[in-house]
């Protein structure tokens, strides 16, 4: 009964919303460089320059505020994604105890996590892509929110488009699932030592930093499976193999790889300041919540 009421605890919850909001912040304040990160991966003509030309570009063709084209939607689907990412980690962290923990179980509660905010978070996701890049002169269905996008996609694709990228997305949760394990590592290796913000910006850019290095060409596909690829050699409804097989063949590895510089950019500072603002939240609920405590006492 007590393991179920961890799984279920006010703590649990505290670090769902601190994580929520954390995610919130960092993408918000990085979001143009998702933004540059899309159109390399989705758009095929553009020249793969260096984020801050694309990022000029961008706005000379299209406007300033191309840059931040979705932000809402992708603020909206962040937030409900990490509170279920964070709250199912926490809570299976919480369920298992404090005493046996280790990289191997971080990385394995971190895999389940995932697992369940992929399952259930895929359609808002997929309803994002499609907002953002409703730029593209080549599309020319508009979406007016997720709402309508959820709608508009399942009534001419049929219900099963959107969790298009979904086998991706699975084997993908392998990503926060090595940035959390080696977050998580890091930080037992400072127990005891008062950490800074910049301590735990630091060790949030390195550990996503890693994951994301070792799992990109998975994201590319993940990316264009949610959009719709436009390649017209290649059948609509091709999967992920036939797409790594198509690139290799066309552009060869370093096709896997297109849109990275923009990513990591995007990805280590967004995770970073995402990291630092959950830790300041935590300790400073937590902090209220034990003086109360000692107050009611």
């Known amino acids: 009964m007590s393991q179920s009421k961890e799984l279920f605890s006010y703590n649990t919850l505290v670090h ?11 993408m918000a304040t990085f979001f143009p460089l998702d933004t540059v990160r ?34 809402v939607p992708v603020l909206q689907s ?8 964070f709250y199912t980690f926490h809570g299976l962290k919480s369920f298992h105890g404090e005493k046996s923990r280790s990289a191997g179980k971080d990385l394995v509660l971190a895999s389940i996590a995932g697992i369940v905010n992929v399952l259930t978070t895929t359609p808002l996701w997929v309803a994002n892509t499609r907002l953002k890049m409703s ?28 969790w298009n990228g979904t086998l991706p997305s699975l ?21 005891g030592v008062e950490l800074t913000s910049v301590n735990y910006f630091v060790m949030a850019a390195i550990s996503k ?45 370093m096709g896997l790889y297109r849109g990275m510089e923009a990513k990591i950019l995007q990805t280590v500072m967004t995770a970073a300041l995402m990291f630092s603002a959950y830790e300041k939240i935590t300790g400073f609920v937590f902090k209220i919540l034990l003086s109360n405590s000692k107050i009611a006492h």
């Open 16 to 26: 769902a919303i601190a994580g929520s909001v954390g995610s919130v912040v960092g």
């Open 38 to 71: 899309s159109r390399l991966q989705l758009d095929e003509k553009r020249e793969s320059k260096n984020t801050l030309a694309v990022m000029m570009e961008l706005v000379k063709e299209e406007g300033f505020f191309t840059l931040y084209r979705g932000i």
């Open 78 to 85: 962040l937030c409900v994604s990490n509170f279920v990412y």
């Open 135 to 162: 730029g593209l002169k080549n599309k020319s269905t508009t979406y007016n929110g997720i709402l309508d996008g959820l709608i508009k996609i399942s009534r001419s694709e049929g219900i099963g488009a959107l």
């Open 171 to 191: 084997i993908l949760v392998i990503n926060p699932a090595l940035q959390m394990a080696t977050y998580e590592a890091l930080k037992r290796r400072f127990k």
């Open 209 to 253: 930093a890693v994951a994301t290095v070792l799992t990109y060409p998975l994201q590319l596909i993940q990316t264009k499976l949610r959009h719709g690829h436009n390649y017209k050699e290649l059948h609509r409804d091709a999967g992920t193999l036939d797409l790594i097989l198509y690139i290799l063949r066309i552009y060869g590895p």
